[in-house]
């Protein structure tokens, strides 16, 4: 049971990290245009800095799981 519990988890938190992936691209988007207002590319980059560490934390904790259902 606890191996069902941890490929669950494990393909829950790829799918956050992939989420985050995609939300880090298009920030970094919007942080790179030039037509876009200081502001709206400040913000962006903010957040695509926030987007890698969730981005991160999805990745590590979906690599736990994972070894965590092999066993």
Do not use: F, I, P
Not at 46 to 55: H, I, R
Not at 60 to 67: R, S
């Amino acid at each position: 049971m606890e191996t069902v519990k941890n490929a669950a988890n494990y393909v829950s938190e790829s799918v956050q990290g992939g989420g985050a992936t995609a939300s880090k691209e298009a920030n970094k988007n919007v942080a790179k245009d030039n037509d876009a207002s200081l502001s709206s590319r400040a913000t962006a980059a903010k957040d695509a800095v926030v987007d890698k560490k969730d981005e991160t934390s999805h990745n590590t904790k979906a690599d736990v799981h994972k070894e965590a259902a092999k066993h």
